[in-house]
């Protein structure tokens, strides 16, 4: 008797302490998988461990290019939340013509209205807010991942946009992570594809093309933080490298934009000069100088405008696109069969699902010699 009244009381205890427990579990939390749902475990960029909801169905993207990464991967509408870049709208904190100068923005404006999470590294209440089952995030350390999943409880892959450049695969690496967790593998294969055929026809097109046959180039205006003058080069523009460009200012710098001197300028007298059009004001007003008007480039006229593409990370549509309307320009014969504005839409609609150029054209100017922009 004393044995079955002792099992009666166990039996009890553990069914009040299973009622008990229950009651701390919250299914709906976010990031959380309820019991029984597929998860998918990755290694992500700061080779963290992350495990998330397989198939998630509401997904946030902070920090630059981790927005752009979703919308290559056909994943725009689980959005549902953004950053402060992503909704600024008039280009108060991004200091360019418009806060949708970015392909995929024009391509889905829809975005910048969703809900409000943070500056570019997200507020974990803010995120949390939206409950979103898993967060795209980049440019941060992995101290900074754990620490907006440990606050938000949502968990965080960290990503890192790389380039289309000596990074390529390290943007690849990062999309393919993405994908992963999207289950979007397939599309993700579809955009690499798309991109290394792209590459390889540039390079195929202007491999062969001797030394000597090459014109000398200089690109100005290279906008970083907000647009620059004349002055503002890169000495590794991706666009000109692309087509194997002779870059004149490839030894004043190892990579990415730098200032020069008027006078380096003035004893390069490049025979072809490109301009930033996001520095168009600032640029325009140099040019007026009569210093520059002796440019053998600026006095017969073979100043043209590109679109900037280096703004909350490459936008490696407009990299791509603008890389055809320098060959076109620089080889005629070579791209001949190039119309630089219909393979710009190509390239936007592959890539952003729809073709944009005709917007990019308006805010910038497009694919025009510099003087027809205004």
Sequence with gaps: MKFARSLFLLICCITIAGFL???????????????????????????????????????????????RMIVYLQEEDRVVGVDIREQDANGTVSGMPSGIDRPYNIAHPELASRPFIGGSGGDPELVALQKPDVVFLTFVTGKDADALQEKSRVPVVSLITGDLGKNRQVFYSSLRTMARVLG???????????????????????????????????????AFNGAHGLLSTDPSYAPLAMVNGNNV???????????????????????VIFI???????????????VYQ???????????????YNWYANNYDTVLAD?????????????????????????????DGKPVYAEMK?????????????
């Design 21 to 67: 427990s229950a009651g701390c579990v919250t299914p709906d939390q976010p990031g959380k998988t309820p019991e029984g749902g597929k998860t998918v475990t990755v290694v992500d960029m700061m080779d963290r461990t992350v495990t998330s909801p397989a198939d998630p169905g509401r997904i946030i993207g902070v920090g630059a290019g981790a927005l």
């Design 362 to 374: 308006r805010i910038f100017g497009g694919f025009v010699p510099f003087s027809r922009i205004r």
């Design 294 to 308: 002796s440019l053998d480039a600026v006095r017969e006229g073979r100043v043209y405008g590109v679109m900037p």
């Design 276 to 290: 930033d059009e996001a520095s168009y004001s600032l640029v325009a007003e140099d040019l007026k100088d009569p």
């Design 249 to 271: 200012a490839a030894g004043a710098g190892t990579g990415g934009q730098i200032m020069i001197d008027k006078e380096k300028l003035l004893s390069w007298n490049p025979d």
């Design 184 to 222: 979007k593998e397939q599309r993700a294969e579809d955009v690499i594809g798309y991109i290394n055929a792209t590459l390889a026809d540039l390079q195929e097109r202007t491999a062969g093309i001797p030394p000597g046959e090459k014109v000398s180039v200089y690109v100005g205006g290279i």
């Design 323 to 351: 890389a055809y309307f320098i060959g076109k320009v620089l080889y005629p014969t070579q791209f001949e069969d190039v119309d630089p504005e219909q393979k710009a839409d190509e390239i936007y609609t592959r890539l």
